[in-house]
C-alpha cells in the first residue's frame, strides 16, 4: 500500500534551517509530482511546494516560502526533501508531503516544525 513518512521537523531559532524528508513507497514514485503542504490549528491546509515528475526539473514555490525553501527529490531513495532556511514564526506549522494517484490524493502523518525564540 502507499506510504508516506515524513521527518526531520523539530524546534528551531528564527533564522535557523531544517531539512524535512518523506520516504514513500507502494507506488511508482518517478512518475508522480511531490509536494509539500502546511496547516495549522484552524486554518487550511496550503500548498508550500510541488515538484514534477521524473527529474523534478520544474518547481513551484507558495510566494511566502520563494527564496528561503527547496523542494528536490531522489528516485532512487524514492525520498522528496524540502530544504528550510532563514526560518521565521510564520513558518511554525505540520509539514505534510502529498501526491495526487489513481487512487486520489495521498498524504503522509505530517512532521512538526516549530520556529521559537
Known amino acids: 500500500q502507499v506510504q508516506l513518512v515524513e521527518s526531520g521537523g523539530g524546534v528551531v531559532h528564527p533564522g535557523g534551517s531544517l531539512r524535512l524528508s518523506c520516504a514513500t513507497s507502494?507506488?511508482?514514485?518517478?512518475?508522480?509530482?511531490m509536494s509539500w503542504h502546511r496547516q495549522v490549528p484552524g486554518k487550511d491546509r496550503d500548498l508550500v511546494a510541488w515538484?514534477?515528475?521524473?527529474?523534478?526539473?520544474?518547481?513551484k514555490y507558495a510566494d511566502s516560502v520563494k527564496g528561503r525553501f527547496t523542494i528536490s527529490r531522489d528516485n532512487v531513495k524514492n525520498t522528496v526533501y524540502l530544504q528550510m532556511d532563514n526560518l521565521n514564526a510564520e513558518d511554525t506549522a505540520m509539514y505534510y508531503c502529498s501526491f495526487y494517484g489513481a487512487n486520489g490524493r495521498s498524504w503522509g502523518q505530517g512532521t512538526q516544525v516549530t520556529v521559537s525564540s
Open positions: 507502494g507506488f511508482t514514485f518517478d512518475g508522480y509530482a
Open positions: 515538484i514534477s515528475a521524473g527529474g523534478g526539473y520544474s518547481t
